[in-house]
């Protein structure tokens, strides 16, 4: 896909800085982007991001406030100031999927405490990106919830448009309709899957990349055999854990903090990675 070769929404604010802020949870934390070597073993679609304004305009710095398993609330409440006080010029959003999947969730209720965290985001004058949630084919016990999903997706749709920001309308990517744009537990995004959202958002905002879409076989058919075996093992390694995790009320993200908390200066070669080794060799 040809892109604007300059970076037509990101622009550097006022007194000229750069600085990339992302919000939410295990989405855009990078969950299933796995990498030993970066702060909570994760990569992902907003590193990528960073990285490559980095390349496209050098002095561009990054802060990743997102955990996994928080909820909209845990996300106004422990990364909204925090983020207001980095002043952004660039926001990414996508908070809300984990309380689509919480039984009890009052939609409208929610999508209103959206609407003020998307209000206070927009109130900084940054470019700000919203994502609609995609419809994950996990099991046939979740699909009560496609009707909370849609009317999640058309208010961010309608935000988007109220409050000038740009929309990335992950709902409609038909390449995640592929398996293996999806990790083992099927619902986080596998490092191909994080890869093509981070060129797509790349596009959204003009900046200039040569990530590509995975040129796959089509995928193989599986036997009923190989169907339930699969179906067994996402049962015991997935679907057990986390309903035992609910009936202890904790989470992934409970002993975790941000990857990035404060901004850091993305190096136009060496990206992250590069970042992450100059700590680890301090730290020794």
């Known amino acids: 896909m040809a892109v604007d070769p300059s970076p037509e929404h990101a622009l550097p604010g006022k007194d000229g800085r750069r600085r990339f802020v992302a919000l939410g949870d295990s989405f855009t934390e990078g969950v299933g982007d796995w990498n030993r070597n970066l702060p909570n073993g994760v990569r992902g679609w907003a590193d990528r991001v960073a990285e490559k304004l980095a390349k496209a305009e050098p002095g561009w710095e990054y802060a990743n406030l997102a955990v996994r398993s928080k909820r909209l609330r845990h996300v106004i409440d422990e990364q909204l100031e925090p983020a207001l006080t980095l002043r952004p010029t660039l926001v990414t959003l996508y908070a809300g999927g984990n309380d689509i999947l919480d039984f009890g969730t009052d939609i409208d209720a929610l999508m209103e405490d959206y609407e003020f965290l998307v209000a206070r985001l927009a109130g900084t004058g940054a470019t700000l990106l919203l994502f609609t949630g995609f419809d994950v084919k996990v099991s046939a016990v979740l699909e009560p919830l496609k009707k909370r999903n849609r009317v999640y997706n058309q208010r961010v749709r309608e935000l988007a448009d109220k409050y000038g920001a740009i929309l990335v309308d992950y709902w409609c990517f038909d390449a995640f309709h592929d398996r293996r744009m999806w990790s083992s ?38 036997t009923l055999k190989e169907w339930e075996r699969l179906q067994r093992r996402w049962v015991h390694d997935w679907v057990i854990p986390l309903l035992g995790r609910k009936l202890r009320g904790v989470t992934l993200g409970d002993q975790l903090g941000p990857r990035w908390p404060v901004p850091v200066k993305v190096p136009a070669k060496g990206g992250l990675k590069r970042l992450a080794e100059q700590a680890d060799e301090t730290a020794q």
């Open 185 to 222: 537990d099927r619902l986080h995004m596998s490092k191909a899957g994080h890869k093509y959202l981070a060129a797509r958002v790349l596009d959204h905002l003009g900046v200039p990349h040569k990530i590509s879409p995975k040129d796959w076989d089509p995928p193989v058919k599986l």
